[in-house]
């Protein structure tokens, strides 16, 4: 089972940011889990990374995330600069740094619907990839939960499509950790990401965030075209992920460039 956690111990003060340093909201923000073996991510990470293995039901489970969210006033957390809206999903592999000890995550990659994906794409060496998404999303403001959240996106690398709601009637339950802060504090607060770039090499790059106020959700339909293509999630069981969170709006700081290690 996996250790006790509690926030006070992993919040932290905002790193102040610098140079080319960015803020953004994360409009329409959904964290849909999945629970698998641990073997299905063979000779997906490198050696100076483990899977952060959930015990599940006797066993060994790892967890991947696949984040979709809407860019909203991405701009310089530094200089009066241009804002930018722009459709984005992350797909994430839970891992713990072998060097360091701290647990972070590892991204398959992302896709990005926008013209601005040259930067990270090509300049950085990022794995992202070109999508046209839309999201189709009502959010009742009076009972604080999502009527309807759809999300599409074509992509000749990750096609997606996601339908949620929220009921008021689900429940915040983790198989595996020993307690709902646990559980939150892994699925919700690593702020450490590496990846291999589009050049082979070993990247990574950092967030900062607040505690996530995310609320569970129900999940009634997902078609995630790169799990069932890595093998991960197979098409039959993407809709029994291990847990669905969204939050309507939430600011991330992203401390940029990404660096190179190897």
């Not at 111990?9 to 999945?34: A, M, N, W």
């Not at 990750?158 to 699925?187: D, H, K, R």
């Amino acid at each position: 089972m996996q250790q006790l956690r509690r926030f006070e111990d992993y919040l932290q003060e905002r790193p102040e940011p610098t140079g080319i340093d960015v803020i953004c909201g994360l409009k329409h923000f959904s964290i849909i889990t999945y629970a698998v073996p641990v073997e299905r991510f063979a000779g997906m990470i490198p050696d100076r990374f483990a899977i952060d293995i959930v015990s599940i039901n006797g066993e060994n489970k790892g967890l991947i995330s696949v984040v979709p969210f809407i860019d909203v006033d991405f701009t310089s957390a530094v200089y009066p600069f241009p804002k930018f809206t722009m459709p984005q999903t992350n797909y994430r592999i839970y891992i713990i740094d072998k060097q360091t000890g701290e647990r972070c995550v590892w991204f398959l990659g992302t896709t990005l619907d926008s013209w601005t994906l040259a930067v990270p794409r090509y300049v950085w060496q990022l794995p992202w990839h070109s999508a046209k998404v839309s999201f189709d999303c009502h959010f009742d403001d009076a009972t604080e939960l999502y009527t309807k959240y759809v999300m599409n996106a074509q992509s000749d690398w990750a096609a997606a499509s996601v339908s949620l709601q929220q009921t008021g009637e689900e429940v915040l339950s983790f198989a595996g950790f020993p307690n709902v802060e646990s559980a939150l504090i892994y699925i919700t607060h690593p702020l450490a990401g590496f990846y291999h770039r589009r050049d082979g090499k070993l990247g990574t790059y950092r967030v900062w965030h607040k505690r996530l106020e995310v609320k569970p959700a129900t999940l009634i339909s997902a078609n995630f075209k790169l799990l069932s293509d890595f093998g991960i999630v197979p098409n039959s069981e993407q809709n029994n992920p291990y847990s669905v969170l969204v939050e309507p709006l939430n600011e991330f700081t992203i401390y940029l460039p990404p660096k190179i290690l190897d």
